[in-house]
């Protein structure tokens, strides 16, 4: 994976698209090593993290299956009306109360959390590290249910969203108080790492909320007064850093110095960065079957997305041609012929080409923490799995 990530290209927006835009395949070649427990719970990862996405998923189940005791004991002591609002929102219920199957999410961030113990601390930091890991996932779906309602996304893993279910006051409700309990889960904590750990996932909120503020701030400036660079900052704080913050409480809980855990903020970060590149290309190209979200669904919210700000900033015909376009408000039907406006402005491919770059110094940033590959491959893998998905 390393040698995939130093070798990224970077193509500046206005640059033709190179095939079909799918992110750049593995550098690594020849037979896999496997490696026992690289998440620390026995997911084996082959050197390198060459099969990617499939030991992330391995990571990620596990990662599920340990950090879901924790999430619903915290729910289930919220009060009745936060409580089901909260369960359904999660996928365990329906909104009239009755059990429900469906998905909860990929709990990347609680993945993060286990295997930078388990990278630092081996198997018994892992272990110690769950209610870290339930955590960083409430503050993650307070943002969610809060996001919801600002951005007016009617649904979310395949059916409504908790606003258009509750309403709206009952959904920001329902937010604050998994970001309460989130802090509440470590202050009960009896971890010796639990009150740096709060205080860390404190300024993180605080963050995230600033972050959020850019975003609406930018959404409602004009599109040629929108840089890039602020765009990567918001996006930064909005999204890297509950990504940092993740692989920072679990180094924590390993008992690791001050350095170790700033540079595994700084790599979640970056890897952050990659996560919302391609998140915002799957906004505008992805599969709504695979994403639960209407196809163009960042167009027609007028969302100046990465892709999208890339594509206003490079300098070609059709960035005049899209500016014009969010000028106005949306058309039905010309979702498909905006898209096709960003991609021919590079918009595409930038993000793509960028999400590489990033990951590449995600991977260095890694590598000054954890300095043994075989120890890091579980946060290998899943920093290799956000620039590969599709949904």
Same mark, same amino acid.
């Given at each position: 994976?390393?040698?995939?990530?130093?070798?990224?290209?970077?193509?500046?927006?206005?640059?033709?698209? &190179?095939?079909?835009?799918?992110?750049?395949?593995?550098?690594?070649?020849?037979?896999?090593?496997?490696?026992?427990?690289?998440?620390?719970?026995?997911?084996?990862? /082959?050197?390198?993290?060459?099969?990617?996405?499939?030991?992330?998923?391995?990571?990620?189940?596990? /990662?599920?299956?340990?950090?879901?005791?924790?999430?619903?004991?915290?729910?289930?002591?919220?009060?009745?009306?936060?409580?089901?609002?909260?369960?359904?929102?999660?996928?365990?219920?329906?909104?009239?109360? %009755?059990?429900?199957?469906?998905?909860?999410?990929?709990?990347?961030?609680?993945?993060?959390?286990?295997?930078?113990?388990?990278?630092?601390?081996?198997?018994?930091?892992?272990?110690?590290?769950?209610?870290?890991?339930?955590?960083?996932?409430?503050?993650?779906?307070? %943002?969610?249910?809060?996001?919801?309602?600002?951005?007016?996304?009617?649904?979310?893993?395949?059916?409504?969203?908790?606003?258009?279910?509750?309403?709206?006051?009952?959904?920001?409700?329902?937010?604050?108080?998994?970001?309460?309990?989130?802090?509440?889960?470590?202050?009960?904590?009896?971890?010796?790492?639990?009150?740096?750990?709060?205080?860390?996932?404190?300024?993180?909120?605080?963050?995230?909320?600033?972050?959020?503020?850019?975003?609406?701030?930018?959404?409602?400036?004009?599109?040629?007064?929108?840089?890039?660079?602020?765009?990567?900052?918001?996006?930064?704080?909005?999204?890297?850093?509950?990504?940092?913050?993740?692989? &920072?409480?679990?180094?924590?809980? &390993?008992? /690791?110095?001050?350095?170790?855990?700033?540079?595994?903020?700084?790599?979640?970060?970056?890897?952050?960065?990659?996560?919302?590149?391609?998140?915002?290309?799957?906004?505008?190209?992805?599969?709504?079957?695979?994403?639960?979200?209407?196809?163009?669904?960042?167009?027609?919210?007028?969302?100046?997305?990465?892709?999208?700000?890339? /594509?206003?900033?490079?300098?070609?015909?059709?960035?005049?041609?899209?500016?014009?376009?969010?000028?106005?408000?949306?058309?039905?039907?010309?979702?498909?012929? %905006?898209?096709?406006?960003?991609?021919?402005?590079?918009?595409?491919?930038?993000?793509?080409?960028?999400?590489?770059?990033?990951?590449?110094?995600?991977?260095?940033?890694?590598?000054?923490?954890?300095?043994?590959?075989?120890?890091?491959?579980?946060?290998?893998?899943?920093?290799?799995?956000?620039?590969?998905?599709?949904?």
């Amino acid at each position: 994976m390393a040698e995939f990530m130093t070798e990224s290209t970077r193509r500046p927006p206005g640059a033709p698209p &190179a095939g079909d835009g799918a992110p750049p395949p593995d550098a690594a070649r020849g037979e896999p090593h496997p490696r026992q427990s690289a998440d620390g719970a026995g997911a084996p990862v /082959a050197a390198g993290g060459g099969t990617g996405g499939h030991d992330a998923a391995l990571i990620m189940e596990r /990662a599920r299956a340990a950090v879901d005791p924790e999430l619903r004991a915290a729910v289930d002591s919220l009060p009745a009306p936060m409580r089901r609002i909260a369960r359904y929102h999660f996928g365990w219920e329906q909104a009239d109360g %009755t059990p429900a199957a469906g998905p909860a999410g990929k709990a990347i961030r609680p993945a993060l959390v286990f295997a930078a113990a388990a990278a630092l601390g081996g198997p018994e930091a892992r272990a110690g590290a769950a209610r870290a890991a339930a955590a960083v996932e409430l503050v993650h779906n307070f %943002t969610l249910l809060h996001d919801d309602v600002m951005d007016r996304d009617p649904t979310r893993r395949h059916r409504p969203t908790a606003w258009k279910v509750f309403g709206d006051a009952d959904a920001i409700l329902a937010g604050d108080a998994l970001q309460a309990l989130a802090l509440r889960v470590l202050a009960e904590d009896p971890h010796p790492a639990s009150p740096a750990a709060a205080a860390r996932l404190a300024a993180c909120v605080v963050e995230l909320c600033a972050g959020q503020h850019a975003d609406t701030t930018l959404e409602r400036r004009a599109p040629e007064d929108v840089t890039l660079p602020e765009v990567l900052a918001m996006t930064e704080a909005k999204t890297g850093a509950l990504l940092g913050c993740a692989c &920072a409480l679990g180094a924590l809980y &390993a008992g /690791a110095g001050e350095e170790e855990v700033d540079a595994l903020d700084t790599f979640g970060r970056q890897a952050g960065l990659a996560f919302q590149l391609i998140d915002d290309v799957i906004g505008i190209w992805g599969d709504p079957a695979r994403t639960g979200k209407p196809a163009g669904a960042d167009l027609v919210a007028r969302k100046k997305s990465l892709p999208v700000v890339a /594509a206003l900033t490079s300098g070609t015909p059709e960035a005049a041609e899209l500016a014009a376009i969010y000028a106005r408000p949306h058309r039905p039907g010309e979702e498909e012929s %905006t898209a096709l406006v960003v991609e021919r402005a590079g918009g595409r491919d930038w993000a793509q080409s960028e999400a590489g770059d990033r990951m590449a110094r995600a991977v260095g940033d890694l590598a000054r923490a954890v300095p043994d590959p075989r120890a890091a491959g579980g946060l290998l893998a899943l920093a290799e799995f956000v620039t590969r998905r599709t949904s």
